[in-house]
């Protein structure tokens, strides 16, 4: 068996696949600004599935907060969103040629010629279009979020809304609201607005191609993906394990690297005390703000020192 997780900036994806990639267990963890637990969680969640009896083979992690899960789990793989992303999604549709991926808090784009990945671009500081930007504005309706597209698509007119900041667009809902516009068209107009925001924010310059394949936790949004198909002039796939790709991405390439002995730490890990500590770093006159590791006790990693004197000495001392 094979791990991949995927931590990002709202949630922790994990999944177990195979010797051929077929997915055996996975989870979907919020983080709840507490990554540290949503990993630990995770990882339970993938063992209370799978139990005991398969061997584990490698673990690869992947998402903004890669390092900090490898550091915890202990990984054999630390690759970067784009590649586990465009991994998994090309085994998935090997003629892809645009992915589209939309999570919590960071949107992406990958062209793809062959399989290969040409070009990428990811959102700049703004979150309008995102997860959470739609976990909020759902919430300020009195909706859920799981009925939020599907209200969408009841509506016979989308409301024209401002999408190109988060602000501006919850300032234009709150008036179209005062308006009298129904809450189907104000949701309706809401995924418009952050379609073409992500198209001219993320896909700025691109040219997008079909087939195009739809990812990450908005992608469960049926309101979102008709917006981009009426945008786009053509369809868009959303794979099976669309709000998992990156995890699965990661899983994929830690067995395609052939591991012979993993790191990982064990599923025993979950009942590990975990914290992490931040110090000011006194080898030099950079005062670099150090973070620690810290697994029972034991300080097991750290980063953050820009000259590497800080973590040469930890490496000192743990030998």
Known sequence: ??????????????????????????????????????????????????????????????????????????????????????????????????????????????????????????????????????????????????????????????ARIAGRCTVFAETDMIHKQQLGFQTEEIVAGLCNSLVKNYLNDVGRGKDLFPPVVFQGGVAANPGIRKAFEEELGFSTVVPPHFEVMGALGAAKLVRRTGVSSTHFKGFDIVNSECLTRSIECTQCDNTCEVVELVVDDEVVACWGDRCGKYSEALKAHKR
């Open 1 to 158: 068996m094979y791990l991949g997780v995927d931590v990002g900036s709202i949630t922790t994806k994990a999944v177990a696949t195979d010797a051929q990639d077929q997915i055996l267990a996975k989870a979907y963890v919020r983080n709840s600004g507490r990554p540290l637990e949503a990993i630990k969680d995770s990882i339970r969640l993938i063992k209370d599935q799978v139990g005991n009896s398969l061997q584990i083979q490698g673990l690869g992690t992947t998402g903004s907060a890669r390092h900090l899960a490898a550091y915890v789990l202990g990984a054999d793989v630390i690759k970067n969103e784009i590649t586990a992303h465009a991994v998994a999604v090309v085994d998935f549709l090997p003629q892809v040629r645009t992915v589209i991926e939309i999570g919590g808090q960071d949107s992406k784009i990958i062209i793809l010629q062959e399989g290969v990945v040409v070009d990428f671009a990811m959102n700049t500081v703004c979150a309008a279009g995102t997860g959470s930007f739609l976990d909020q504005q759902a919430s300020r309706l009195g909706i859920s979020v799981e009925d939020f597209g599907q209200m969408s698509l009841r509506a016979e007119k989308a």
